[in-house]
């Protein structure tokens, strides 16, 4: 696929804005394999080339196992995550099929088994935020690095 237009150069601000959400998130109390989790598990749904092979490496570089990130899209099927990180990709799932039934009271009640409201609420920004980059990446065409 041909990229089509290179969006930071298009629209800087609205570029400029996204990394400072991005930034934002760095700050929160989500562990960076929480967060790479959120933004892989996310990717995969949305069928983001580009972000999945990115935050891959990336939880690669910061000791994630490959079994567990070849094995992500299958988190209910294997004990190989904890039921925190169960509850947090199912946040994930939900938030990110939001037109299927949103955020259940269900899995937020799970969610609050383990975390706060800071906690939850800074999740539900971080998976807002990797669907945006999805969006961007995909509606783009932006190309997987080689």
């Not at 290179?6 to 930034?23: C, E, F, R, W």
């Not at 269900?106 to 998976?127: D, L, P, W």
Request: with cysteine.
């Amino acid at each position: 696929m041909e990229p089509r237009f290179n969006i930071q150069s298009v629209v800087p601000a609205a570029y400029k804005a996204m990394l400072g959400l991005s930034a934002y998130l760095g700050s929160t109390q989500l562990t960076k394999v929480q967060q790479e989790l959120i933004k892989i598990r996310a990717s995969q749904i949305n069928g983001c080339a580009f972000c999945i092979d990115m935050h891959t490496k990336e939880a690669l570089n910061i000791g994630e196992t490959p079994q567990r990130i070849f094995l992500l899209n299958a988190w209910k099927e294997t004990d190989l995550f904890t039921e925190e990180e169960k509850a947090l990709l199912a946040v994930t799932e939900e938030i990110t099929l939001i037109s299927q039934h949103g955020l259940t009271e269900e899995t937020y009640q799970k969610a609050k088994r383990y975390f706060s409201e800071e906690f939850i609420a800074q999740t539900i920004i971080a998976i807002v935020t990797i669907n945006a980059w999805n969006r961007i990446a995909v509606s783009t065409h932006l190309p997987v690095a080689k």
